[in-house]
Every structure is written in structure tokens, then in C-alpha cells.
């Protein structure tokens, strides 16, 4: 009985590590799509936003116009629709555009039919202010399922770390974790609602500037060794001279 079950679990490690390789070699990957890196010292990090546009967000971005910094908004369509001029002036500043849903579901408690609404909803949204299709979106919360995913013509962008800044609402508690934890190749979550979240970040992004770090949009971090990213798969992360990591 001890070497049957053995055997059993022989053959389920191996048909999980054979799907795991062939999930890795099917992926849509062009080493041209995107120039390559010139350099293996850059230290990029791309900060991301969700839940907004809020009352903090034109704060924000006249922070990031003043140290020309570009991050990426995870946008909710109910929130849209109250402040599209915020919209304008993130597209016009050249931030990333995405979609958060409409009203912040649960992917584990939706539908397909109620997800896709609430994507359709605020994509058209958005496109309607900024004129160019939506590629990119965070499932709320993180949650999702694969097969979901898979029926979602869209680019999901999660995240590698983050200050929790919904729970720990301080501006040096959140400054000082941007800054302790910082690396290259991060994805952070952060949220332009939050009173302490806005001069926590611009303050971390001026230490971290001065010690030579770059911020950019997430799609140019994960795109940044060449990648050619996938709709159906879920990006967090991405080293350099690295593909950019998914689940």
C-alpha cells in the first residue's frame, strides 16, 4: 500500500511540475516586441494605485507631474464618472489607464455575465474620456480564479508588495516601508484614497529617487526584458534579464 501511494504521488508531482513547463513554454513571448534593457544596474519600481479617482487623487498627480514620475491607476467606473477630469490629466500626464470594475466585486462571489458587465462598463468609461482602448485590469481584493481569467480579453496586473496602506493608515509607517523594502523589479499596491497614502508616497519617492531608483508604469517594468504580455494570465513581478514573473 506504502509504494502504491508512493507511486501516486510520484505521478502527481510529475504531471503538475509537466503542466507548470508547458504553461511556461506556450506563453506568447517576443524578444523584439519591446527594446531591451541597456543596462543591468537600473533599479525600477512601479507604483500602483487602486480604488480612485478619491478626493486625494489630484494631489497625487500634481506630485508626480513635479518630479515627472509615471505609476499606474487601477480605476473604478462609479468613481470615473464623478471626476473624468482627473482622468484626463492621468492620460495627458502619460500614467497607466486600468480598470478596477465598476463597483469593486469579488471575483469569488460574481458571475461571468456580472464580471464582464462591470469590466465593459467602466472600460467604455474610460475609453469615452481618453479615446484609446483599455488593455489592463486588477480584480478586486486580488481574487480571482484561473478560469476566469481565461475569459477575460484583458492584461490582469497584481502586485509583489505592499504597505497594507488600508490598514496602516500613517504617513512614516507607509513612507518608511516603500523605502526599507525597496528592489527593483517591484509591483506595489497603494491606494489614492487614503489621507496618509499620497504624502507618504511622494515623500518615499524622493528618497528613493535620490538613491537611484526609476518609477514607471507596470506594463513597462513587465514589458522591459522583452516580454509580450498575455491576456488570461496574471502579472506580479519582474527581475531584471527576467520574464516577467506570473501566476
Given at each position: ?149 481565461n475569459k477575460i480579453d484583458m492584461i ?26 525597496a528592489k527593483d523589479g517591484q509591483i ?60
Amino acid at each position: 500500500m506504502k509504494k502504491r501511494n508512493r507511486k501516486i504521488i510520484i505521478s502527481f508531482v510529475s504531471l503538475l511540475f509537466s503542466a507548470v513547463l508547458l504553461s511556461y513554454i506556450t506563453t506568447p513571448f517576443e524578444k523584439d516586441f519591446y527594446v531591451n534593457p541597456s543596462s543591468d544596474s537600473k533599479k525600477q519600481i512601479a507604483l500602483t494605485f487602486d480604488d480612485g479617482p478619491g478626493k486625494y487623487t489630484q494631489e497625487l498627480l500634481d506630485g508626480l507631474r513635479e518630479r515627472d514620475v509615471k505609476t499606474s491607476f487601477f480605476l473604478m467606473g462609479s468613481k470615473v464618472e464623478k471626476h473624468p477630469e482627473l482622468i484626463k490629466q492621468m492620460y495627458d500626464d502619460g500614467h497607466l489607464i486600468g480598470c478596477h470594475t465598476w463597483s469593486h466585486i469579488s471575483f469569488f462571489k460574481s458571475s461571468m455575465d456580472e464580471i464582464h458587465a462591470e469590466l465593459s462598463s467602466t472600460n467604455e468609461l474610460l475609453e469615452s474620456i481618453t479615446g484609446e482602448k483599455v488593455q489592463f485590469f486588477r480584480p478586486p481584493y486580488g481574487y480571482y480564479f484561473g478560469t476566469q481569467l481565461n475569459k477575460i480579453d484583458m492584461i490582469a496586473v497584481l502586485w509583489s508588495d505592499t504597505p497594507r496602506d488600508w490598514v496602516n493608515i500613517d504617513i512614516d509607517y507607509i513612507c518608511n516601508y516603500i523605502v526599507e523594502n525597496a528592489k527593483d523589479g517591484q509591483i506595489i499596491l497603494l491606494h489614492d484614497t487614503k489621507d496618509a497614502t499620497v504624502p507618504a508616497v511622494l515623500k518615499a519617492i524622493d528618497i528613493l529617487l535620490d538613491e537611484g531608483y526609476e518609477f514607471v508604469r507596470a506594463d513597462e517594468l513587465l514589458c522591459r526584458n522583452g516580454d509580450y504580455l498575455a491576456a488570461g494570465l496574471a502579472y506580479r513581478y519582474c527581475p531584471y534579464n527576467g520574464r516577467a514573473w506570473y501566476i
